[in-house]
């Protein structure tokens, strides 16, 4: 039996954010390719020349993905929303997934299938960089098929792999599969009907029109990251790299290095300024050192400082959430709030119709195994209190707070200015007053910490319950 494992996309050419079948020169403005390998190195700090950008990179995706919560869909059908309610508890992590990936990488794309050998339902996403063409039709403009190109390992034997490449050609009537390469007959082309009945759902932020793949949130500011990369990093090579200096003032070199035991010349290449305690002068000489100056990296420091502020003025993302204080022209922690409560919506309402196709497809998969007749019409919401269990609600609660990490250690926002946002961002989760908010703060934080000493029996015990509120209060406890 072959085993299969996700190699990657081909690259037998650059790719940038224009397709690749497209041969205009790709912008390779400071050597920078603004892909999805890029992005995704970016925010986890494995990029090469950007390492030091990377904190500044992971503010504008991660702390609106945290913040927008869970999608909600309702439906008037009783049943429907019980199935639907399960796909959200089911699905947190690949929701949470798709939300990073969107905003990080510009598109990402999500097919909804039915897995026999282990009877689910599985949403798999499908990386961006592995979709060579979009077939438009010329008459309407929607999408007719996608294909998704990638290469593949297989595993045949101890140490003896090959690779082969995987063509997959999704239709709204059937998924296509052809191999290319040495396949020694472990693999063979299929073709099968699409019980889905939608293309892979494409989430995308700012696309160009209906068709098109979005754009990454840190796309407009990647020059501006790399230098300030760049300079960072010649700072810290320019401190880590002076070493204090020695002056001495003597009379005759040949009795002040006996005084100091350094007569032999190996000696006097070992001398260490930061280890020597104490120096023998006589007669009028004098040691005196050379530290690195006050201004050597003021220049440096001053440019990062402005393209801080270019970087925090292209994302959108208020003052307060960069964990500084809400100061000079960049207005109130209250307009600052409102702010960002508004950049949440829009990128709720983004996706909100690529969320809707996407449970609407799953509850056609559903549909089949449960043998019951699922309500299609279904509404989007986010975040609807009547369909999350207090497990999911402690699950944006956390999210919420680690978003919010930055700027309460900063001081930029307290409690209270935490639980209006909160009141503001989740009008669907409410708290009968402050005092509850900051309680259930508190129970998330201890519970968080229980998780962390004992993870084995935290989700053991977590996954048997729904209601976690036992559980909690025997931690708090």
Not at 54 to 79: C, F, N, W, Y
Not at 258 to 284: P, Q, R
Not at 415 to 435: R, T, V
């Amino acid at each position: 039996m072959a085993i299969f494992s996700f190699f990657g996309g081909k690259k037998a050419a650059p790719e940038s954010k224009m397709p690749r079948r497209n041969q205009v020169p790709v912008d390779m403005t400071m050597g920078l390719q603004a892909n999805e390998d890029l992005f995704e190195g970016l925010l986890h700090g494995t990029y090469q020349g950007l390492q030091k950008a990377t904190p500044l990179a992971r503010i504008p995706v991660l702390i609106p993905a945290q913040m927008m919560g869970l999608p909600t869909p309702k439906s008037k059908d009783e049943a429907t929303q019980i199935a639907l309610d399960k796909l959200v508890r089911e699905k947190i992590r690949e929701i949470n997934i798709i939300k990073r990936k969107y905003l990080n990488v510009g598109t990402t794309w999500v097919y909804p299938k039915w897995d026999s050998s282990i009877d689910t339902l599985v949403w798999k996403l499908i990386k961006d960089s592995t979709i060579p063409d979009l077939m438009v039709s010329l008459l309407n403009e929607r999408l007719e098929s996608i294909i998704v190109d990638e290469q593949i390992q297989i595993t045949t034997a101890e140490n003896t792999r090959q690779y082969v490449n995987r063509k997959t050609t999704y239709t709204k009537d059937k998924v296509t599969v052809k191999y290319t390469g040495q396949t020694n007959g472990l693999v063979k082309d299929v073709t099968m009907r699409n019980i889905a009945g939608t293309l892979p759902v494409m989430f995308a932020h700012e696309p160009d029109d209906a068709t098109q793949r979005g754009h990454a949130v840190c796309e407009p500011i990647l020059c501006d990251l790399k230098d300030y990369h760049d300079i960072d990093t010649r700072i810290s090579k320019t401190i880590a790299g002076f070493v204090t200096k020695q002056v001495q003032s003597i009379k005759d070199i040949a009795t002040w290095r006996k005084n100091n035991g350094v007569a032999t010349t190996e000696a006097m290449a070992e001398w260490d300024v930061s280890e020597v305690d104490l120096i023998f002068n006589v007669d009028g000489e004098k040691t005196e050192y050379l530290h690195l100056p006050g201004d050597a990296t003021a220049a440096g420091e001053k440019a990062l400082e402005r393209i801080f502020w270019k970087i925090y003025q292209a994302t959108g993302v208020d003052e307060m959430f960069w964990g500084g204080l809400a100061s000079g022209n960049f207005a109130t922690a209250d307009n600052q709030m409102q702010n960002m409560i508004n950049k949440v919506k829009e990128y709720r309402a983004e996706i909100d119709e690529s969320f809707r196709q996407l449970f609407i497809a799953s509850l056609r998969l559903l549909s089949i195994t449960d043998n019951y007749q699922y309500d299609l019409d279904v509404e989007m919401q986010w975040n609807r209190l009547s369909s999350i269990s207090e497990k999911d609600q402690m699950t944006i609660l956390q999210q919420f707070s680690s978003a919010m990490a930055g700027a309460v250690t900063a001081g930029a926002i307290g409690i209270h200015q935490l639980y209006e946002l909160w009141s503001k961002n989740f009008p669907d989760i409410q708290y009968e007053g402050e005092d509850e908010f900051k309680a259930d703060l508190v129970r998330t934080g201890n519970l968080q910490q229980f998780l962390k000493q004992d993870p084995a029996t935290a989700e053991a015990m977590m996954t048997s319950v729904d209601d976690l509120s036992e559980i909690v209060d025997k931690v708090n406890k």
